[in-house]
């Protein structure tokens, strides 16, 4: 188990590495075509920091980042709305990487069930990241608007206790739940290029398949730092992310990660995760909202056209 593990921690770490070296790559080459105002400055602010140091803080204490960076989004109006599921996936990378560095080494589950659903999370996320990128704007705004409700659901459900009860003692799958887990997961790992996070729903899946719910968090944390990289190289080559907020996210989300991990022992989420739902359930209806009144103005452009 412990030279399996070690191999798939040294396999991640050459893929990160890659990744960052493709990101420079492809950044390099892009400003060199184009010189615009906004290459010209890409340095995250003060607000992109922070929004990657607070985000990334509460997801490696169980709360994800996705739906809570789209908020501060929406709410500060840093990135455009169908340039958000590229600048999440690509933002989030390395600071999810390092959780997976971190709790992936001391937590066991068997290795032929963590690397396939690892592998079907990938795939999903290099099919999904290519759909995507190519969506109409409204599309993407309608997508993550659904997405985040979704969120705010499995958030509530984790609030009154109900993923609590779906407990199992087995830390491994076979038959047709190995072929169950692997697809679902699969389809997990294209949702989340969207916008939808994995942790919630991996828990839920891994809990309903009668696994030990600690099992979860290797096959969710490795999922999506084996995944990110992937997907995210397709947002970042078809230019469809905000290199500014991803440096912030990135940036400021490490620290943020580490400051959870290794000092902060014990915190009461409650609250926070109240605050949370709510934040999350405005940014849906903002997004939504932006939809709605995008496709009523495209109307009367073609009315006044007629």
Partial sequence: MMNGTIALLAVLVALTILYVAAWIVMLVRSRRQQADASRCRPWPGPIELAIGLVTDFFDTLGIGNFATTTAAFKLFRLVPDERIPGTLNAGHTLPVVAEALIYVAILQVDMTTL?????????????????????????????????????????????????????????????????????????????????????????????????????????????????MPVGSLRFISLDKYSLRAALGLTIGGIPGVLLAAFLVKSLSLGAVRWLVVFVVVYAAVMMLRSAWTERAGGARVIEVGR
């Avoid at 190995?178 to 919630?200: E, H």
Wanted: hydrophobic share 60%; with cysteine.
């Fill in 115 to 227: 690397v396939a659903m690892i592998g079907a999370a990938v795939a999903g996320a290099w099919l999904g990241a290519g759909i995507v990128a190519r969506l109409p704007r409204r599309a993407i705004q309608i997508g993550m608007g659904c997405a985040l409700l979704v969120a705010a659901t499995l958030m509530l459900l984790t609030q009154f206790g109900v993923l609590a009860r779906l407990t199992g003692e087995t830390l491994s799958l076979s038959g047709l739940r190995f072929a169950v887990g692997v697809t679902a997961n699969f389809v997990l790992g294209a949702l989340m290029t969207l916008g939808i996070g994995l942790y919630a729903p991996c828990m839920i899946l891994v809990s309903l398949l009668g696994m030990n719910p600690t099992a979860a968090f290797p096959i969710m944390m490795g999922s999506c730092a084996f995944l």
